[in-house]
């Protein structure tokens, strides 16, 4: 997974394992130089610690879909309500009636482009409502709440929403709401034109491991409650029901059935969804956490090459169960 890797594993209350690997090949350094000249940085090869800060892509769904619950549990927002309401763009388009639970569960029923090429194109808009004017045009692809594609449209949509009902950015509502509570001190963001909620934060090992044991003790981080216990349960119920249409899955999540800004996993042995959520992200990080183990592990990666990834995740995680019973 790219010869460079952080793992962090909690358990019953505190950190049982915090550890970095660095064993980078020459063609691995080679690889990341020329990436780092494309996005116009230096390329960093120094050794990944618990405070090592990075791009963490498609973890941030997670974040996001947290953020915006923290809506729902103030009673300012219904998973019910529909977007229309809101952004008067997406109603001129045939888009109003979709919900904001089929935004943060991917069934919007918008053909999205594919999620590089839709952060690209986000990241060239000067406003949340031109981002909203770009998705208003894209076509739909079946009815919503009837066909699942993983992309970037329907966290964008909910955090434009958000943005309305509050009259606050959706960096400042993340840092807030989620960032500041949880002592998430290196999490963000960032600060781009527009927010970028289904993949635009950086975090750390221990801030992201910070989100995850709010997550697995039911929305409460040290003593303070963040979330309610019932948005935590409903964002992990898993909504790709037998009458969805799957249009696009990536490789990474195999047969994992989703929820809110989360993955729903498998059991390994069964097949079935097991107890486990997780949201791993395009350049490898893999976040999760066990509820009927109580536990929780972050795994800090940037490797593109996503070949074998799912398994890696599937084996990491078994691995993980077997050591720490």
């Known amino acids: 997974m790219g010869g460079r890797l952080y793992l962090v594993l909690y358990k019953n209350g505190k950190i049982v394992y915090s550890k970095g690997v660095s064993e980078l090949s ?15 940085r230096t390329a960093d090869f120094s050794d990944y610690t618990a405070s090592t800060r990075q791009q963490i892509a498609s973890c941030s769904k997670w974040l996001s879909a947290a953020l915006v ?13 529909t977007v229309g309401r809101f952004l008067p ?6 888009k109003g009636n979709i919900t904001i639970s089929e935004c943060l569960s991917h069934m919007t029923g918008i053909k999205s482009p594919d999620l590089k090429e839709s952060l690209n194109e986000m990241r060239q808009t000067n406003s949340m409502d031109e981002a909203i004017q770009m998705i208003a045009a894209l076509p739909m692809e079946g009815e919503h709440g009837k066909v699942f594609r993983y992309s970037n449209t329907g966290l964008q949509i909910a955090g434009a929403v958000i943005e309305k009902i509050s009259g606050k950015t959706f960096e400042t509502l993340f840092a807030e709401r989620i960032a500041k509570p949880l002592e998430m001190k290196n999490t963000d963001f960032g600060k781009g034109k527009v927010a970028l909620p289904a993949g635009g934060a950086s ?29 935590v349960n409903q964002m992990q119920i898993n909504r790709i029901t037998g009458g969805v249409n799957k249009a696009y899955t990536p490789s990474e999540a195999g047969n994992f059935g989703y929820g809110y800004g989360e993955w729903v996993m498998e ?17 490898g990080s893999f976040p999760w956490i066990d509820n009927q183990k109580k536990t929780a592990g972050f795994l800090m990666a ?16 078994k691995l993980v169960d077997e050591t720490l019973e």
């Open 267 to 283: 059991n390994s042995t069964t097949g079935k969804p097991d107890n486990s959520i997780t949201s791993p992200g395009l350049f």
């Open 89 to 94: 763009a997406l109603s001129q388009s045939g």
């Open 26 to 40: 020459a063609k691995q350094k080679m690889l990341g130089k020329i990436l780092a000249k494309r996005q116009g």
């Open 69 to 81: 619950m923290t809506f729902v549990d103030e009673g300012r927002l219904k998973l019910s309500d």
């Open 302 to 317: 940037f490797y593109l090459n996503n070949k074998g990834r799912h398994e890696y995740y599937v084996e990491l995680k």
């Open 203 to 231: 975090s750390t090992p221990t801030d992201y491991m910070n989100f995850l044991t709010m997550i697995v003790n039911k929305g409460i981080f040290n003593g303070k409650r963040i979330l309610s216990e019932n948005s």
